[in-house]
Structure formats: C-alpha cells, structure tokens
C-alpha cells in the first residue's frame, strides 16, 4: 500500500483551511514529530505526538523505518493504515521545505514510512510548528511551565501546600495526586476523574460505588518489586482511556509509587526516555520523587521498552 503521490508541501493558510474543514468531517491529522516534552508544552490543536528515540536510532541500520516504529499510539497506528485520515499533515519544529529534511531526520523518516504504508495524501507544512504558531497563535494549545518550582510552604494546616488544589493533570485521560485527592469526591468529580488506580496497601478506596478501582498492593520501600506492576496498571489506565474516561493515579503522597507508575506509563505509551518522562512530571508535580529502588526498575523498564522494535 503507498500514498497517493509525492509528499504535497502545504503553507500555514492551507492548514488553517484543512483544520477548519477537518472540525466538521475529522478527515486529517496532523502528525508532530518534535521531541515530547516540546510537543507537551505547545503545538497545533488536534495534532499527535510522533517519537524516534535516540535508543532505537542507533540501532536503525537504515534510513528507512517502519511506521510503527514511529507512532507509539497503537489505535492511531491502526487508522493510519485503515487509510482513515487524509490528509496526513507531517509538522516539525521549523523546516522550510521536504528538501531541506535530512535523511536521518524524524520529519524524512515518518514521510518515506507515511508513504510506504498509508495510502493518503501525505503533506507537509512549511516552516513547520514555529511558523505556524507566530502566524495562527489561536489555532495553538500552549502550556507555560516555569522551569524550577518553589519548595513547599509549611503553612501549618494539615493537608500540605501542594495538595491544597486538584490533582495535576499529566495527560487528558491521566491524572497524578495523592491519598488527599483520592478522599474528596468534588475534586474527583470536578477534574472529570472516572477511575482510581490505587497504589498502596493502606489507602482506603473511599467511593467504590461512584468510580472504578483498581488497587496495587505496594509498599514504598527498596525490598518492592513495583515493575511486576507496571503491565497491570499501563492495561488499567488504557482501559479507562479507551472508555473515554480519566483515572487518577495515587499512593500516600502522591510522591513515590504513584509518580513511578505513571513514569512506566508515559516511557511505555509514548516510548520516552526515563529523564525525559521525569522532567514532564516534575514540572506538572514538582514533590516527586522515587524511591531509589524505583528508580533502578524504571531505568531497567527503559531498556525493555526503548529497545522495542
């Protein structure tokens, strides 16, 4: 199966147009193959994140990949080649042209994949996410994150500073907080939250009658094998996605296990490296903080899921 044709290069009016167009027959996707944290923070409104990691790169002994090598979200992979979107836009951070691509760039290697596997119109946009958003800022989500967050404050109430608000938000569907956030069933309610993924041993589950469960017996000690649940919870949540839902994922203090299991998540579901994962969490919940042991299994679960092919 092959694309329909030599890769169309599209302007920021033009893309404006399809998005406009795609609102009313969802016919495009844009795909965003900038490094995750960067796509994180700001891109094209209804664009996917596409990744190349550095582990598989230099295990590539070819300039030409596989498409499933490049979109870490299996259910988008399965449209693309069900040829259920066209156009398939391809954005990178500022290339003026295809011809300006390097061969061994994430934006050259997605078209040679797009147009080998996906029978579409595969196109391109001109000068990339960094024109498009100086020239359509409105057509843009963007997230300002300050780079160093401040201490917590003791403030001499129970409950600490940084669980005196809601539960941060790591993905739409995913949610990262503590036993705090787990006990108030308005917060719960108020961010959407349709599922609870508890992962402790002594945190009670307070409402099992408004929201589904799933508890983790884990201890935050360094004798914890805390890998032996990363499947079971990456199944949990993508379950609760995929009903269109959105869990909240919790421990004691939403510092430890908690933050461990949803680092599992994003290396696995969006095939990033652990620092890379650690820094988005950090700047969304800046308390986290693995134990040691932790820390080692996710760098061993680095290995498992950066070097899949």
């Known amino acids: 199966m092959t694309s329909l044709g030599e890769p169309l290069e599209l302007n920021n009016h033009e893309v404006v147009h399809i998005l406009r167009e795609s609102a009313v027959s969802a016919g495009c996707v844009l795909l965003d193959c900038r490094p995750f944290l960067d796509f994180s923070r700001s891109h094209i409104l209804r664009s996917r994140n596409v990744n190349w990691n550095s582990v598989l790169r230099r ?24 040829g259920e979107f066209s156009p398939v836009v391809v954005v990178d951070d500022a290339s003026r042209s295809v011809a300006e ?3 061994e760039s994430v934006g050259q290697m997605l078209l040679t994949a797009l ?6 119109q595969i196109c391109f946009l001109r000068g990339g996410f960094e024109g498009f958003s100086e020239a359509y800022p409105d057509f ?31 993905l739409p569907f995913l ?16 961010a959407g939250v349709t599922a609870v993924l508890n992962v402790s041993s002594s945190c009670p589950n307070f409402f099992e009658g408004d929201f589904k469960y799933l508890r983790l017996d884990v201890e935050d000690s360094l004798a914890a094998d805390i890998r032996a649940c990363f499947f079971t919870a990456i199944a949990f949540i993508d379950s609760v996605k995929h009903n269109r839902g959105r869990v909240l994922v919790h421990c004691q203090a939403g510092i430890s296990r908690s933050a461990t299991i949803c680092l599992a998540y994003l290396m696995h579901t ?23 042991a932790f820390m080692g299994q996710l760098l061993l679960f680095e290995t498992d899921v950066l070097c899949q092919g």
């Open 115 to 120: 147009r080998s596997e996906v029978n579409a």
């Open 101 to 103: 691509l390097r061969a």
């Open 175 to 190: 949610f990262l907080g503590s036993a705090v956030h787990s006990s108030r069933r308005e917060t719960l309610k108020a």
């Open 270 to 292: 969006q095939r990033v490296r652990l620092d890379e994962a650690f820094d988005f969490v950090k700047q969304r919940r800046h308390v986290i903080s693995p134990n040691l």
């Open 59 to 82: 295990r590539s002994k070819s300039a030409e990949v596989a498409l499933e090598w490049l979109i870490p979200d299996r259910a988008l992979l399965g449209q693309l080649r069900r």
């Open 140 to 170: 843009c989500y963007s997230k300002q994150l300050s780079a160093v967050e401040p201490e917590p404050v003791n403030t001499g109430r129970s409950t600490p500073a940084y669980d005196q608000d809601g539960p941060v938000e790591l």
